[in-house]
């Protein structure tokens, strides 16, 4: 088969750090939480339309439990409170966490070569709250990737993506200014939230839409083909 060449256009700065989301970026979760989502719609008899599909990754990708919950509820006028969506929401993910949590395709890889080759710091950062940050950080073993380096959004008072609380948070942590740092993520309000901090961000099409990354320095559908001797060799 075939590879698919990827025409990319390096910005010129002295990274330090690379900042990863999780969900999507660094755990194979997407298709976890898109199987919730329609789990709890269809038994509230909700019919997903490909309009309807469209509509949920585009608004409700990327958020927090109780955001999405609370979009939810709005989208189709559903009647129960938004912590009672949330429970029901969670019975959903905490089988699907439990049967088939993974690694995305190539970040092992990729992130040994980012810190090991070419000595990038490396942090997380997450919308998740605290329950699904915890039951994927050690079922994936993060920190021997991170070492405490692994924020969510309980770090920056709740206040989610896409607004830049969180990158910059990391980046304070990480001791570097968020313009050396490549943010790696995979829906449009971590993409936000990426650039509104000031980094160099590449989206990861883990959702098969790239139009939600339109806003990215530049998109790839896998690890392999981010060039990161490339990058480092348009340093100045």
């Known amino acids: 088969m075939t590879k698919k060449k990827i025409t990319v256009y390096y910005k010129r700065m002295n990274y330090r750090a690379i900042i990863f989301d999780l969900d999507g970026t660094i755990a194979d979760t997407n298709h ?8 709890l719609l269809t038994e509230k008899s909700v019919i997903i339309t490909p309009e309807i599909e469209y509509d949920l990754r585009t608004k ?3 958020l927090a439990l109780p955001y999405s919950c609370k979009m939810l509820k709005d989208m189709f006028s559903l009647e129960e409170s938004v912590e009672e969506i949330m429970q029901k929401h969670f019975t959903h993910l905490v089988t699907g966490y439990q049967e088939k949590l993974s690694f995305i395709r190539g970040f092992v890889t990729f992130h040994r070569k980012a810190t090991k080759q070419f000595g990038l710091l490396s942090g997380v950062a997450t919308n998740s709250d605290d329950t699904w940050m915890i039951i994927t950080k050690e079922k994936l073993r993060l920190e021997r990737f991170f070492g405490r380096h ?3 959004i309980s770090a920056v008072n709740n206040v989610p993506k896409p607004y830049p609380d969180l990158y910059l948070h990391v980046a304070s942590q990480l001791n570097v200014a968020p313009e050396e740092c490549i943010a790696i993520e995979d829906s449009q309000n971590g993409l936000n939230a990426a650039k509104n901090a000031g980094m160099f961000c590449i989206g990861l099409n883990s959702g098969k839409n790239r139009e939600l990354l339109a806003k990215s320095d ?3 559908d896998y690890y392999r083909q981010i060039d990161l001797p490339r990058l480092f ?3 100045k």
């Open 218 to 220: 530049f998109t790839v």
């Open 233 to 235: 060799a348009s340093k």
């Open 60 to 62: 409700i990708s990327g």
């Open 150 to 152: 692994i924020y969510n």
């Open 32 to 39: 976890i939480w898109d199987h919730a989502t329609r789990s």
